[in-house]
């Protein structure tokens, strides 16, 4: 067996004089043991029962781990601890819930809507950290969770609950304790304005894992991700679906995604979206109308406002399709929040469809990223979307001209500009409206002077 070693053996009195290191050298500080001697053991994860959270966290939670559960109030973070407790406890496990912003009855009251079992799940309804941290040496669980960190407050720290200082301090402390009595720690964060965590930044570098719980309120998909994770990957993504009767986890999300879906209406398209690693079959929708107030409308849900502006930009000056006196409208369904450029080319043929009338095929999806001068780049991870579209039945992908192959059953419609994307799937070319010719910027596709809805009128054969 080896010995461990001392790094800092003692030294002579004449080199410590001239030693910067000499306050730690008059005795052995530290000991390292080597790396084949440490227990990996401690690091194991356990998992929770929540299989969508489990995928997330890569396997469950490490004992003496702290992570951070962040999303807007009404997401359902109360939802998901208290189904992670329940399930924790049915494996035997003892778990530990304070309530610093709800009564123990309304924990009770919302344990018995969600149908789950209690037993072996204690609740201290405290906002109080001295008796969080008593109360859990005292019951030891084996997992902890504090509901919400903005809510409790440690006396000692003087400012008010919720205000950095607050929080920064009874996080830190609240870490001591996980690592000294190797509780696994989850800790309820909310999120401001700009989904950012409430309180000092610090809080993200002092925990080991900070996940984001997403979604929009009014609909039901729920998004789990993890933006840091000492334990494990961060790319993972979990699906919830938020029911009467609590979270259930999606394992196919794409019901839930594509259920809705009308088929032969103008300006709906799927697009294969990558969150996390795990590609997702959305519909984007848009809709093109006449201007109704002063300045046109431009309004994105679940896209990004600039990237919506940038899209019209190309549209107009490199396809030659007339939007600047329309209201339009773009949206992603499902409560979805993409904002990778992979979603482009979607959004600008969703946009097209809408302004021709003219619906895009049911079989068809698009992904690709279009560029300031109308150009198609490939995008990431372009090989697993479009698996994932051809596993759900889709047989026409439009792509960049670079894309690599795709699975046998989708047949590829490669396009190297946006204008070839829409004479692709429209079967038409564009005209130029009637402006000089310097300010269109030049093309063989200049013209005559009327624009894409003067044009379009025979649905060609990619189209329902
Ligand atoms: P909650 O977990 O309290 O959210 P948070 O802690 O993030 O503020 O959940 C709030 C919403 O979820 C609330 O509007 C009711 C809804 N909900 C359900 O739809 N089904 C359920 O089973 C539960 C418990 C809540
Ligand atoms: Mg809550």
């Not at 080896?2 to 306050?23: G, H, I, N």
């Amino acid at each position: 067996m080896e010995q461990p070693v001392t790094p800092f053996a003692p030294r002579a009195a004449s080199s410590l004089a001239t030693d910067p290191l000499r306050s730690c050298t008059s005795e052995p500080c530290a000991t390292a043991l080597p790396l084949c001697s440490i227990s990996a053991d401690s690091a194991i994860a356990a998992a929770t029962g929540i299989g969508e959270l489990d995928r997330v966290l890569g396997g469950g939670l490490v004992a003496g781990s702290v992570t951070v559960l962040g999303g807007e109030p009404g997401v359902g973070k109360s939802t998901l601890v208290l189904q992670a407790l329940a399930s924790l406890a049915s494996k035997g496990r003892t778990s530990m819930l304070i309530a610093a912003e709800e009564s123990g009855e309304q924990v009770r009251r919302r344990a018995e809507r969600l149908g789950t079992a209690v037993d072996g799940c204690y609740v201290l309804a405290t906002t109080d950290l001295d008796a969080v941290i008593f109360a859990a040496g005292r019951l030891e669980p084996s997992v902890l969770v504090v509901d919400s960190i903005q809510a409790v407050s440690d006396s000692a720290c003087g400012s008010q609950a919720g205000s950095p200082s607050q929080v920064r301090e009874c996080a830190s402390r609240l870490v001591r304790h996980a690592k000294s009595l190797g509780v696994a720690t989850l800790l309820v964060g909310h999120v401001t304005k700009d989904g950012a965590l409430a309180g000092p930044r610090t809080l993200e570098h002092i925990v080991d894992t900070v996940l984001s719980f997403d979604g929009d309120r009014h609909q039901a998909l729920r998004l789990l991700s993890a933006s840091k994770h000492r334990y494990g990957p961060t790319g993972e993504l979990g699906l919830f679906e938020m029911t009467e009767t609590g979270l259930r986890g999606l394992v196919d999300p794409s019901a839930l995604l594509l259920g809705d879906r009308r088929h032969g209406v103008p300006g709906s398209i799927a697009v294969p979206v990558l969150e996390g690693r795990r590609p997702l079959i959305i519909e984007v929708q848009g809709l093109v109308g006449p201007q109704t107030s002063a300045a046109p409308r431009r309004v994105a849900q679940g896209v990004v406002a600039g990237r919506l502006a940038l899209l019209l930009a190309v549209l107009e000056r490199r396809c030659h399709v007339a939007l600047a006196g329309s209201d339009v409208f773009v949206s992603t369904v499902g409560g979805l929040r993409v904002s990778e450029p992979a979603a482009d080319l979607g959004i600008a043929l969703a946009l097209v469809s809408a302004v021709t009338g003219i619906p895009v095929g049911r079989e068809v999806v698009a992904c690709g990223e279009v560029g300031l001068a109308g150009e198609l780049r490939r995008v990431q991870a372009t090989e697993r979307r479009l698996a994932e579209a051809a596993r759900l039945g889709f047989r026409r992908a439009v792509v960049p001209q670079s894309a690599p192959e795709g699975p046998m059953e989708l047949e590829l419609l490669r396009a190297g500009t946006l204008l070839e994307a829409v004479r692709l799937l429209f079967g038409v070319v564009p005209a130029a409206r009637s402006r000089p010719r310097t300010e269109i910027g030049g093309g063989p596709e200049l013209s005559d002077g009327r624009d894409v809805r003067t044009l379009v009128r025979t649905p060609p054969s990619l189209v329902s």
